[in-house]
């Protein structure tokens, strides 16, 4: 009987050991498409954008083959948790609480967030008594939809939305009067398109967050080392300057 139990044990601890040193060949990165410039879809279906590029050269200094998981924004965390895919490479704002959740990489990119609306707008995002009845568009679990709650909702109709497409499509077509989303996303999908001319930056751009990390379970903290040092790698080595340069005509 003790022979058998030690064996058990033994067992136990070679499974536990092959868990904690797994082999990592094909790592699935969920995205939420589309979120221009950073995730969207080529007009022959195929995945691109910044955070595409930059996800495929990290995965090939990790010498690992990159699968991409498309995922709604608003199930993007409890899909990981559900090892639908294995880290999050998708604009993920880091901070405290979803820190409670999973494990993030140090900070890839850090982009404020900007405030959109008609040319004609006076509405100042500083002072909040300017958006009194106005109609605040922002993307269902995002921290700028936290930012907009928490300082909008008292005199504003906070309008939430599963992809920033949509939130975009609203305002260009005059059923939103204020868009909160990422500077970038909001310049590429709002100022630089057909309609742009109508529609400008409000106010100041804010910084939330910690800037923006891959996520992966608690449990998968040697990947996030993966991922740390082939971000560290592509940061020194020319790679990410020149799909930075790829999309934004800033740092």
Not at 29 to 58: C, H, M, Q, R
Not at 166 to 186: A, N, Q, S, Y
Request: aromatic letters at 10%; proline letters at 4%; one cysteine or more.
């Amino acid at each position: 009987m003790k022979k058998t139990l030690i064996a058990m044990i033994g067992a136990v601890a070679l499974s536990t050991t092959a868990v904690e040193a797994k082999d990592w060949e094909v790592v699935r990165l969920a995205v939420d498409v589309p979120y221009e410039p950073f995730e969207y879809k080529a007009p022959d279906g195929s995945l691109t954008g910044f955070e595409i590029d930059l996800g495929n050269a990290v995965c090939e200094e990790m010498k690992v083959k990159c699968e991409w998981v498309i995922q709604a924004w608003d199930g993007i965390i409890p899909g990981l948790l559900a090892r639908k895919y294995d880290a999050i490479f998708s604009s993920m704002s880091i901070n405290e609480d979803r820190a409670k959740k999973v494990l993030f990489s140090e900070p890839y990119y850090n982009t404020p967030t900007g405030f959109f609306g008609p040319k004609a707008s006076e509405v100042d995002p500083a002072n909040p008594d300017t958006l009194k009845g106005l109609r605040v568009g922002v993307q269902r679990g995002t921290i700028q939809d936290t930012y907009a709650t928490d300082n909008y909702s008292k005199v504003a109709d906070i309008k939430r939305y599963t992809t920033g497409d949509d939130l975009v499509v609203d305002l260009h077509g005059g059923r939103l009067d204020v868009v909160v989303i990422d500077f970038p996303v909001g310049v590429s999908t709002i100022l630089e398109v057909e309609k742009g001319a109508d529609f400008k930056v409000l106010g100041d751009n804010v910084q939330l967050g910690e800037g923006v990390g891959v996520a992966a379970r608690k449990r998968d903290g040697e990947l996030i080392e993966m991922f740390n040092k082939a971000l560290a790698t592509v940061k020194t080595n020319g790679v990410y300057d020149k799909i930075n340069e790829k999309y934004f005509d800033y740092s």
